[in-house]
């Protein structure tokens, strides 16, 4: 009876192995049907262009008023006695309290107590308000009404001979920076350099809600909206092709610009250049699978996935708040300008360099304190942190606009310049899905977010280099 019960055993077991055999082929074949589906959605998200759609170039964001005044007027920056006075009253209240110092060992939980000393030692007795108003007003500054908003823009044109060809560029800030993120570059990109036949007139506009540009009055002020407010200002100056520069979420603007607008923007530099689609992260987050793969000799900027996530979830808690309580978070950074200073310059220390948290100077020796007190100054003198903070909440309720003209590729010439601690990276052929003409781009091996703040040089030589590989193409075809 041993040898049957051995194989009544056996034929157990077989069955069993059987049973295992195909649960296994069920789930390789669940496997291969779902990544087969993906795979699928995939080629059809890449292969499928959306149609550009039709936009309004007259959506009325100002009061609503039928006298608009369309006139281009000088203006002036202006830092009045009464403002200067309110600011000299509040340093003596923060002065006097309570102040919290940061935790020993650590500068991970927000700006340290030792950096914000300094900023607030220097912005009191160091600041020189007249000087700083001659420094702003060394150019020309102009406003214009646009769709109802009163917009503003410095223009600063070349003084030169007939050599030289001048050619229009547009120069676009993001958040939390300002026209001042441009005032030394202006003078490198207005100014003759060996090797090159060109100069450029140079506008740059403060973004509608940013400082002396005049906010929404209702919402729905996406990117692509503010993009049909700069071309129309443009057109207003009488300019009708232009090349274009942004950075920070500039470059969803002139991204769109350059999209929606593709016979007026002759050439495209953006110094983020990061393909915005749904099909690129997918990439991105597929691409965890084999980085190098994906992002080559660069594979350190784009993974581990867990890091970059992780230090997203960390840092961008700001477009959050900002994305959902623009309003309620404006309120108490508007009434104390060493809150709006902290808050302001915390974001420009650390995407700087993501390693300037772990300094007790949080990185501030790299900056002239005067410089990063100006941009503060644009906000806190007009008020305007809370319709700067808009932007983030339009754009997180239109996102399936901004989706659609993120997938829509753009003909414009287009170069792109990577800092080596910019927060996202696109590989080149995850951008030329976006921008097909993409001639070049420059990685460099320093720098971080806001390089027109930190590298105006780097960033004015990138500008020239491009824009002449530009015209040389164009000659070329």
Same mark, same amino acid.
Request: positive net charge; hydrophobic residues 40%; without cysteine.
């Given at each position: 009876?041993?040898?049957?019960?051995?194989?009544?055993?056996?034929?157990?077991?077989?069955?069993?192995?059987?049973?295992?055999?195909?649960?296994?082929?069920?789930?390789?074949?669940?496997?291969?049907?779902?990544?087969?589906?993906?795979?699928?959605?995939?080629?059809?998200?890449?292969?499928?262009?959306?149609?550009?759609?039709?936009?309004?170039?007259?959506?009325?964001?100002?009061?609503?008023?039928?006298?608009?005044?369309?006139?281009?007027?000088?203006?002036?920056? *202006?830092?009045?006695?009464?403002?200067?006075?309110?600011?000299?009253?509040?340093?003596?209240?923060?002065?006097?309290?309570?102040?919290?110092?940061?935790?020993?060992?650590?500068?991970?939980?927000?700006?340290?107590?030792?950096?914000?000393?300094?900023?607030?030692?220097?912005?009191?007795?160091?600041?020189?308000?007249?000087?700083?108003?001659?420094?702003?007003?060394?150019?020309?500054?102009?406003?214009?009404?646009?769709?109802?908003?009163?917009?503003?823009?410095?223009?600063?044109?070349?003084?030169?001979?007939?050599?030289?060809?001048?050619?229009?560029?547009?120069?676009?800030?993001?958040?939390?920076?300002?026209?001042?993120?441009?005032?030394?570059?202006?003078?490198?990109?207005?100014?003759?350099?060996?090797?090159?036949?060109?100069?450029?007139?140079?506008?740059?506009?403060?973004?509608?809600?940013?400082?002396?540009?005049?906010?929404?009055?209702?919402?729905?002020?996406?990117?692509?909206?503010?993009?049909?407010?700069?071309?129309?200002?443009?057109?207003?100056?009488?300019?009708?092709?232009?090349?274009?520069?942004?950075?920070?979420?500039?470059?969803?603007?002139?991204?769109?610009?350059?999209?929606?607008?593709?016979?007026?923007?002759?050439?495209?530099?953006?110094?983020? /250049?990061?393909?915005?689609?749904?099909?690129?992260?997918?990439?991105?987050?597929?691409?965890?699978?084999?980085?190098?793969?994906?992002?080559?000799?660069?594979?350190?900027?784009?993974?581990?996935?867990?890091?970059?996530?992780?230090?997203?979830?960390?840092?961008?808690?700001?477009?959050?708040?900002?994305?959902?309580?623009?309003?309620?978070?404006?309120?108490?950074?508007?009434?104390?300008?060493?809150?709006?200073?902290?808050? *302001?310059?915390?974001?420009?220390?650390?995407?700087?360099? /993501?390693?300037?948290?772990?300094?007790?100077?949080?990185?501030?020796?790299?900056?002239?304190?005067?410089?990063?007190?100006?941009?503060?100054?644009?906000?806190?003198?007009?008020?305007?942190?809370?319709?700067?903070?808009?932007?983030?909440?339009?754009?997180?309720?239109?996102?399936?606009?901004?989706?659609?003209?993120?997938?829509?590729?753009?003909?414009?010439?287009?170069?792109?310049?990577?800092?080596?601690?910019?927060?996202?990276?696109?590989?080149?052929?995850?951008?030329?899905?976006?921008?097909?003409?993409?001639?070049?781009?420059?990685?460099?091996?320093?720098?971080?977010?806001?390089?027109?703040?930190?590298? /105006?040089?780097?960033?004015?030589?990138?500008?020239?280099?491009?824009?002449?590989?530009?015209?040389?193409?164009?000659?070329?075809?």
């Amino acid at each position: 009876m041993a040898p049957k019960k051995k194989k009544v055993n056996n034929n157990v077991k077989e069955q069993e192995k059987e049973k295992s055999s195909n649960v296994w082929l069920i789930v390789v074949s669940a496997a291969v049907v779902l990544l087969a589906v993906i795979s699928f959605r995939l080629y059809i998200r890449l292969s499928t262009v959306p149609e550009l759609p039709r936009v309004d170039l007259n959506v009325w964001w100002g009061p609503n008023t039928t006298n608009q005044d369309t006139s281009i007027r000088k203006y002036r920056v *202006i830092f009045s006695d009464a403002m200067q006075e309110n600011l000299r009253r509040k340093f003596e209240t923060f002065r006097r309290a309570t102040r919290i110092k940061s935790l020993e060992d650590s500068a991970t939980y927000g700006i340290n107590s030792f950096v914000l000393g300094q900023i607030f030692a220097h912005w009191q007795f160091k600041y020189k308000y007249p000087e700083r108003v001659r420094y702003f007003n060394k150019y020309e500054h102009f406003r214009t009404n646009i769709q109802g908003l009163d917009m503003h823009y410095v223009h600063v044109k070349p003084n030169i001979g007939s050599n030289f060809k001048v050619l229009p560029l547009l120069l676009l800030h993001g958040f939390p920076g300002s026209i001042k993120d441009f005032y030394e570059v202006i003078p490198l990109l207005t100014t003759p350099r060996e090797g090159y036949k060109f100069v450029f007139e140079v506008i740059v506009p403060s973004l509608p809600g940013f400082a002396f540009s005049q906010g929404a009055v209702r919402p729905g002020l996406t990117a692509y909206q503010m993009a049909i407010v700069l071309r129309n200002l443009m057109e207003r100056i009488g300019i009708k092709q232009f090349y274009l520069q942004a950075g920070d979420f500039g470059h969803n603007i002139g991204s769109h610009l350059a999209t929606l607008f593709p016979n007026q923007v002759l050439g495209y530099h953006t110094n983020n /250049p990061i393909n915005f689609s749904g099909s690129a992260s997918m990439v991105w987050v597929v691409g965890a699978i084999w980085p190098t793969m994906v992002a080559k000799e660069f594979a350190d900027r784009l993974y581990p996935l867990t890091d970059k996530l992780a230090y997203y979830l960390e840092e961008f808690g700001y477009k959050h708040i900002q994305g959902t309580k623009p309003d309620t978070l404006g309120i108490a950074l508007q009434d104390s300008p060493l809150g709006l200073a902290a808050y *302001i310059i915390d974001r420009i220390l650390l995407f700087t360099d /993501p390693a300037n948290k772990y300094k007790e100077d949080g990185g501030l020796p790299a900056f002239n304190s005067t410089d990063l007190i100006d941009n503060v100054m644009l906000y806190w003198s007009t008020g305007s942190i809370t319709t700067a903070m808009r932007f983030f909440k339009e754009m997180m309720e239109n996102s399936e606009m901004e989706e659609k003209l993120a997938s829509i590729p753009t003909q414009v010439p287009t170069w792109g310049l990577r800092a080596k601690h910019e927060l996202t990276h696109s590989p080149d052929f995850v951008l030329r899905w976006k921008f097909p003409n993409l001639i070049g781009t420059t990685n460099l091996q320093d720098g971080g977010h806001y390089l027109a703040f930190e590298k /105006p040089e780097v960033l004015s030589n990138d500008i020239f280099k491009a824009v002449k590989t530009f015209l040389e193409a164009k000659r070329n075809k």
